[in-house]
């Protein structure tokens, strides 16, 4: 079985703290995304690598950097937390090839106060 | 760039009652992933639709992806309590690599 695990459930945090999620999958894939859910808003894709310092913005990258040093892991900075990152954060990872199922880790709840 | 779009947003069904998600795409796909999230868990994949009016079933879910690769939904017959949760549609359009776009999400609620 895959598995893909986020380093922490919860998290709270200040407005303007460095905050590190970091994202780690056991199965050799390639390809590693972070995604933020929101109410009504569904997944939204903030960065995805697709191999190991390599890097793409998503679909709302401002206000967050990533990391991917090692091919199992992947992290996502908030260089200054704001209230408007309160959010859940699912990382997931994936094979490059034909079926390209993406495999989410649990989540981590975020409060930004 | 590429939007998802999925409707309803809600669904309230009485148990027994049939459920259908519509996903929408402003690109043509390459492919089309649906996804379920159970309250307080995480999305996980059900099914990929790949080819032109490509119809596929598990069991009392059916998944159709449409002629122009633009559209897909998702059928439940006869819905249980086990079906509540979110079910996303995420495509894959053409040009963009390993990305998927997802939809907003359609959350069933199924009154026993």
């Known amino acids: 079985d895959v598995k893909v695990t986020q380093s922490s459930r919860y998290l709270v945090k200040r407005t303007g703290e460095k905050v590190f999620l970091e994202c780690v999958q056991d199965?050799?894939?390639?390809?590693m995304f972070w995604y933020r859910q929101d109410p009504g808003l569904g997944l939204r894709l903030i960065y995805f690598?697709?191999?190991?310092?390599?890097?793409e913005k998503g679909d709302i990258p401002e206000g967050y950097s990533v990391s991917r040093e090692k091919k199992e892991r992947f992290s996502l900075i908030l260089e200054s937390a704001s209230t408007n990152q309160t959010s859940m954060y699912l990382c997931?990872?994936?094979?490059?090839?034909?079926?390209?199922?993406?495999?989410f880790g649990p989540g981590t709840r975020l409060l930004v106060l | 760039g590429q939007q998802v779009m999925q409707i309803p947003q809600y669904q309230h069904v009485q148990e027994g009652e049939d459920f259908t998600t519509y996903c929408n795409s402003s690109?043509?796909?390459?492919?089309i992933q649906w996804y379920k999230q159970r309250p307080g868990g995480h999305p996980v994949f059900l099914i990929q639709?790949?080819?032109?009016?490509e119809v596929k079933k598990q069991k009392r879910l059916t998944f159709q992806f449409g002629e122009a690769k633009k559209n897909s939904s998702l059928h439940i017959t006869a819905t249980q309590t086990t079906d509540v949760g979110t079910y996303f549609c995420?495509?894959?359009?053409?040009?963009?690599?390993?990305?998927?776009?997802f939809g907003g999400g359609t959350r069933l609620m199924v009154k026993p």
């Open positions: 690109t043509t796909l390459s492919n």
């Open positions: 690598s697709y191999d190991v310092k390599m890097k």
């Open positions: 639709l790949v080819k032109s009016g």
């Open positions: 995420a495509g894959n359009g053409d040009n963009a690599g390993n990305m998927l776009t």
């Open positions: 997931a990872s994936s094979l490059i090839g034909d079926v390209e199922t993406q495999y």
């Open positions: 199965m050799d894939h390639e390809n």
